[in-house]
């Protein structure tokens, strides 16, 4: 499994199911492409999944939307029938990522059942490795007050970490930069709570289990992505 964060690699076993914990802010969907493109397994998101469904005009995708028209959160069961189906296509043999998913301990303890029931003895025969990207509620709060957005051509800054070459302006057309409205530092602040009130039952679960993987999230990205490859490789051997 040896091979350079961001290059694809022939592996040989199968990876099986890797799930993706962090808070906002925490780099889990950049390092979630990482892994994607190192081991040559889908990346799979709620999100992306929901919306593909509603686009598509799927029975799924049309129960979901009617909720949606109503300004309504798609129920739990609606969501997890969704990852069901997309876990169920061929990419999905060799393992996935799932970035987003589970959020709960009810969707942690409805996904065991689905993995064992349909996946470990058919197709990914290692249970989920787990890796929880740790970064401190300052740092958090940095990166993502410190994100501009350039309204025209989508780049993304941040005044800290990575700043255009002149204050607020994009470097590649010359726009002035934005800050989402969610980017305000309350609005972040409750977003932090939110998570850590969720997630915390989430991550005891999965450490109960054995399975959690923790890799420091402040250190220089390579190393954080080459902790990432190194805990789905460890526990793969369990």
């Not at 081991?39 to 129960?63: E, F, M």
């Not at 990166?143 to 309204?151: A, F, I, K, S, V």
Request: charge should be positive; aromatic fraction near 6%.
């Amino acid at each position: 499994m040896e091979g350079r964060a961001g290059t694809a690699v022939d592996v040989k076993s199968k990876v099986g199911p890797v799930i993706l914990l962090g808070a906002p802010g925490a780099g889990k969907g950049t390092q979630a492409k990482l892994i994607m493109q190192h081991y040559g397994i889908p990346q799979i998101s709620t999100g992306d999944i929901l919306r593909d469904n509603v686009a598509r005009g799927t029975g799924l995708g049309r129960k979901a939307n009617a909720f949606m028209d109503k300004g309504e959160l798609v129920p739990d069961q609606l969501v997890c029938d969704m990852v069901a189906d997309r876990l169920r296509q061929a990419d999905c043999a060799q393992g996935f990522i799932l970035d987003g998913f589970p959020r709960t301990v009810a969707q942690a303890e409805w996904l065991d059942g689905l993995l064992k029931d349909q996946f470990f003895e058919k197709r990914c025969s290692a249970p989920p490795v787990v890796v929880n990207f740790r970064v401190g509620y300052n740092e958090l709060l940095r990166r993502l007050t410190g994100r501009r957005t350039c309204p025209t051509c989508g780049r993304i800054y941040n005044i800290y970490s990575q700043p255009p070459r002149v204050a607020d302006t994009c470097d590649v057309d010359g726009s002035k930069l934005a800050t989402r409205k969610d980017d305000s530092e309350e609005v972040i602040a409750e977003r932090l709570k939110a998570y850590e009130r969720q997630t915390l039952p989430l991550i005891d679960y999965y450490r109960r289990q054995g399975r959690l993987r923790e890799v420091e999230g402040e250190q220089a990205p390579e190393k954080v992505t080459a902790e990432a490859f190194r805990a789905i490789q460890d526990g793969n051997r369990l």
